[in-house]
């Protein structure tokens, strides 16, 4: 069982956060609140989401799953502003997730969940952290996308860099310690990103929200905000690409 009642701007939340990576998902509820974790298809991304029940209006929820598709979903709160009430219910017996907005009733299919993978966290033991606006890395994005496909993080005692190298041209974007919001760098850590997957996930925070990143050296960042009001939290992973020495 489940039926839920949320305002639409939350619902679009998730789905912003989710549809970054995958076209379906299946999301796990139960008495507490829903979770998801996917993978990508190329397996170069993790998305890992929790949202509590008091994010939403009205929530009850036995332990199920339920497969969605998440283009199907986006487009119907498409229909919905931001303050509108959305109504969920989970018609088990039909294998059907009914949605009402207004004066609009959907009565959606939902994907059978057998073959849907559950993907692990996995236990990183990262040396550095910096916490950063989302509006100021961007800035840094959208500096770089013009001059290469990836992008280089890198923190250091003293800041955090990202930089864009292309064949011609180069780009750094820098914030002292002092103009983070935290910074925990024992020494300098460095890695390379394909920079559509780290701009696409950052596209998905909201405009003013503070994103941490866990960093190491070529190993994967993690990137950790929060949703709904604060009461709800994701978490990106995102593999490096390993640079050659030669």
Known sequence: MFQARARAEILKEVVNVVSTLVDEAKFTVNADGLTLRAVDPAHIAMVDLTLAKDAFEEFKADESEIGIDIDKLSQFLKLAKADDM??????EDKRKLKIVVGDITRHMSLIDTTGMSDPKVPNLELPASVTVRSDDLMQGIRASETVSDHIALVASPDGFEMSCEGDMDQVHWRKAKKDLGALEAPSIVRSLFPLEYFSNMLKSVSSGSAVTMHLGSD??????????????????????RIESND
């Open 219 to 240: 190993y994967p960042v993690k990137m950790e905000f929060k949703i709904a009001g604060e009461k709800g939290e994701v978490r990106y992973l995102l593999a490096p």
């Open 86 to 91: 959305v109504d969920l219910k989970h018609d």
